[in-house]
């Protein structure tokens, strides 16, 4: 199965900004814990991140994460919409879209059913809390697994790294609600 590609607009963005504070791939890498490589994908519209990785991309670039979620103009809705169908493995809007230099941003996740970000685990600096909407959730925090069903929260010190994923048959929507010092 063939990765999704980015969503034009953050590729872009993410690349002209790095451009703009000239700052290089490996610095960008150093600053984010990720590898250069991975940025690279990134850049060129191979994978979207994770929102945690776009918090992470967004500080080191000195950018409100929200800014690369949001999108501008009279096809707001639309680009939402493609950016959701282009996203790899689950699928996440912005509900603070002027949330520019503020430390908490609220997003709106959606998991396929069975699913999971291959490869993926997240780690950055603050606090995360999700609430399932809907459908079922396996979060693992550090070593620690829990299981979430329609109704239920969890809320953990994201320095831990955390890894999502749907075991259920149907579409997992979460809200998901980040901290950032």
Do not use: C, W
């Not at 493609?82 to 996440?92: G, H, L």
């Not at 239920?152 to 749907?166: E, G, I, R, V």
């Amino acid at each position: 199965m063939a990765k999704a590609k980015s969503a034009p607009d953050f590729s872009d963005k993410m690349k002209r900004l790095r451009k703009k504070n000239g700052i290089t791939l490996e610095a960008l890498a150093a600053a984010t814990g990720m590898s250069a490589d991975y940025l690279e994908k990134i850049e060129n519209g191979e994978t979207m991140p994770p929102v945690s990785n776009i918090i992470q991309i967004s500080a080191a670039l000195t950018v409100d994460s929200g800014k690369f979620l949001s999108s501008d103009g009279a096809n707001k809705e639309k680009k939402a919409e493609s950016f959701k169908k282009r996203a790899d493995a689950y699928y996440y809007k912005t509900l603070t879209p002027d949330a520019e230099h503020k430390h908490m941003k609220g997003f709106h996740v959606s998991i396929p059913s069975k699913s999971e970000h291959a490869g993926v685990q997240y780690k950055h600096e603050g606090e995360e809390f999700v609430y399932v909407l809907d459908g079922v959730l396996d979060i693992q925090v550090g070593a620690k697994k829990h299981k979430l069903k329609k109704g239920q929260s969890l809320h953990f010190d994201s320095n831990h790294t955390h890894k999502l994923s749907n075991p259920g048959s149907k579409q997992t929507e979460l809200l998901v609600v980040v901290y950032t010092p």
